[in-house]
RNA sequence: UGUCCGAUGGUGUAAUGGUAACACAGCGCCCUUUGGAGGCGUUAUUCAUGGUUCGAAUCCAUGUCGGACAGCCA
């Protein structure tokens, strides 16, 4: 496919990119370094989706490098599991766009001592793997702040030494008070020497949970809460997941992410704009420890939201959990990996993430944003096959039992490059329930009883008859043909007003068809403070078997698929051999049904 | 309450002191062997008040409204 290695769009521009691009011209960096920073406690979301397409965009746009890393700060809530879906998330976002911006490091390898300013300093440069002609093993791997706990250990033995650090013995809540309060810890103002042996107990595992915490000393009064002599390492005997039992204490998130950009070299530090007022602690820790190369900055965006999708980490995990969806990757979560599963390509999540651009606004992106992105692409991509999801049986009366006929169908109008295919035409038919109405409604422009409509591909035809049972259900329809107006045929260029799909019984595919719908029957879910279980749309998944034209038969995973009139569609990973499965990525722009709602 | 941030059509964004524009959505028409796609057209916008200026969405002041933060989470 070659749209996959398509560029999305001219590149964007946005007060980030403004701000870098006036970097680059007056050279203030030797490269442009930006990261994506993931706690692994959860699974992408379409909002990392944004974060990525940002830090990577940069990277390409300016000739910089991204860094993968992995925030893995607070072992209790982060596991291996996480690690490993965000790194095939990331690789399959970027695929094709900026692999050759993603900067992971060799395995096992951690930052390097260099000599500077008269202080120990760290640094761990970026390596992006090599465009690879031949599969080689590529021994590389993500960035994990955890690698640099010894040398985070060591920064913060650095602010003890200049008396900018102190061991608290505050428990939790005094702790609270006292900063909510703007008081001094009693604490503060205890010796080097007795901080440092203090902290380096602490390291041991000497203290229980919760008893004892390292604080940078700044200003217990200042009006930013997150200066009022922040936590900076707090005890936790647990096992971590990358560094497994080598530490009783873990750096905040606060004290290990400005040094863990110092220590890769980042200039651009992108976040979202609830770390806006971090910014000065970020800074304050920075420019405290003397460090010798140019520092990193913090610039923050708006976070995603989305019309008719949660974005919470948390609550989506209790959607898995509570067996509301069927896993992370299921393709109503707004997960990256559902999205996929759902169908949906990179580059249409590109295009998405360029299209909705980068502000300072808390705003709600509506979805048909994304649908948009996402019918854009499937458009120009998908091969067209005829496929029937509700069936009705069509007899043609004037066409010979046993016959069948190959006619030409085209895979794609938007790329003659797909070329074409034959599909089997023969007296029993299928065709859709909706394209039949005993009673049509204002301009139903498809079959009725004594109505003509076009099969695409095949025959105009005439409904003679409905069949019906004791019951009064539909059972069949007898039609007659006009055998010339084929393609190429005498009557082809007969204008009727409707075309309808159709699928020839005797040699129809079944599949598996999962439609998938809205996860939520309200734009905003949570509007209110409503809980968001209850406005879960129960409707957001059917399941039902599909009558295919034989070539379905033969579906790959790399495809995309419109059924035409109905929808894009792609395999599931559920599909076995003969047994297919289709999930339903997004139904086509349906005016008719606009238009049918009116009356 | 404090700190920080924000406000441009229905929605999301652009215009960086000089004609308020783009995309999505909506509406209408054309085209169509997909009621898809495409083409053409169209509706609709600068939070308020004051100031600076020849000229303000943009700069300043005040106000209003909205958001984030105030975990030993990130």
Known sequence: MSLENTPAAPAPSDFIRDIVAAHVAENKYPRIHTRFPPEPNGYLHIGHAKSICLNFGIAREFGGICNLRMDDTNPTKEDIEYVESIQADVNWLISGWADDKLGLKPKGKTPEAIAGNGHRDFYLPATVPAPSPEPTVQSLEPFYASDYFDQIYDYAEQLVEQGKAYVCDL???????????????????????????????????????????????????????????????????????????????????????????????????????EFEVHRPLYDWILENLNLPRPLPHQYEFA?????????????????????????WDDPRMPTICGIRRRGVTAVALRAFAYNIGITKYNGITDVSVLEYAIRDDLNKRSLRRLAVLRPIKVVITNYPEGKTEE????????????????????????IEQDDFKEVPPPKFFR??????????????????????????????????????????????????????????????????????????????????????KTTLNPHSLEVITAKCEPSLGGAS???????????????????????????????????????AQKG
């Open 171 to 273: 428990t939790p809540d005094e702790t609270d008070e006292y900063r909510r309060n703007g008081k001094a810890s009693p604490f503060r103002d205890r010796s080097v020497e007795e901080n440092l042996a203090l902290f380096q107990r602490m390291k041991e595992g000497e203290f229980p949970e919760g008893t004892r915490v390292l604080r940078a000393k700044i200003d217990v009064a200042a009006a930013n809460i997150w200066m009022r002599d922040p936590l900076i390492y707090r005890i936790k005997h647990a096992e971590h997941h990358h560094t497994g039992a080598k530490w009783r204490i873990y750096p905040m998130y606060d004290f290990a992410h400005c040094l863990s950009d110092y220590i890769e070299g980042i200039t651009h530090s992108i976040c979202t704009l």
């Open 407 to 430: 006619l030409d169908a085209t895979n794609n109008p938007e790329d003659e490059s797909a070329g074409k295919r034959k599909i089997p035409f023969s007296r029993e038919l299928y």
């Open 447 to 532: 079959l009725k009883p004594g109505g003509e409509v076009r099969l695409k591909y095949a025959y105009i035809i005439k409904c003679d008859e409905v069949i019906k049972d004791a019951a009064g259900n539909l059972v069949e329809l007898r039609c007659t043909a006009d055998l010339d107006s084929k393609s190429g045929g005498a009557t082809a260029a007969r204008k009727v007003k409707g075309t309808i799909h159709w699928v020839s019984v005797a040699h129809a595919v079944d599949a598996e068809v999962r439609l998938y719908d809205r996860l939520f029957t309200e734009a905003e879910p949570e509007k209110d403070g409503r809980d968001f």
């Open 557 to 595: 995973a790399e495809h995309r698929y419109q059924f035409e009139r109905l929808a894009y569609f792609a395999l599931d990973l559920d599909s076995k051999p003969g047994q297919l499965v289709f999930n339903r990525t997004i139904t086509l722009k349906d005016t008719w049904a606009k238009e």
């Open 303 to 327: 976070r995603l939201s989305l019309g008719y999708t949660i974005m919470s980490k948390r609550k989506l995990m209790q959607l898995v959990d509570e067996k509301l969806v069927t896993g």
